[in-house]
């Protein structure tokens, strides 16, 4: 009996990203779901928070290693009628992550999270289309809220804020990113050719419809997207915001 063998990975993660990439795009195109954006330019309130010096080693890419600008985004939607609260919400992305990024382009892998779901310490590595990955360490977590930082190989240096909340009768679900560009290709693809933006706009829009959808609720006022951008030229020391909200 003939015994086809498996593709090679490599392979199998090329056709992902351009299969996936192509419907990840058809899909944004025909998206009939509000977005609301905004850019305008950011200031010392923009400052990402402190990342815990017991987490920090060699393989984190802190974004005071990125270059180009520091841009500031959030992604958010109000949710009307759910049936989860804030803290089982964040339950659900602590426990099963990849249930909320469009599968068809992006995959996640972890071999460290257990029936706690993720704990602080525990690592995962994003699949994403192109030639980077995206390896992320997860250095804050609470009951309604998980904060991930960007480990060397990652497009981005920064961190990444996943959080719910109660407002009145409505659900507010967010997703905050304070980075710089990892390096100067990123730079270009990000800053100057819009690509790579567009392409995490993407994700991150699919993830915050992914929440709606599982937190039982319908989506209030399509979603709402921010970014604020602050210039900064060549290597700099970005401020960051201490676990007390000062300087």
Sequence with gaps: MLRLSRPPRALTVVTRWLLGTALVTWRYLWETTPLHRTECPGDEWDRPPQVPPEAIDDRVQLISDGCGPVFHRRFHVCIAAAEL??????????????????????????????????????EMLVEMPGPWNGPVRVVHRENTLLRLVTLRGHLEAGQVQFRARQDGAVLVFEIELWARCSSRLVHLLYTRLRFAKEVQLNMWVRF????VATSGGRLVDGVHVSTRRIDTSGDVAVPVMSATGKA
């Design 208 to 211: 915050c419809l992914a929440a």
């Design 85 to 122: 609260g804030a803290d089982q919400l964040i339950d659900r992305v602590i426990h099963d992550f990849k249930h909320f990024v469009p599968s068809e382009v992006v995959d996640v892998r972890s071999d460290e999270a257990g029936a706690q779901g993720l704990e602080v310490g525990d």
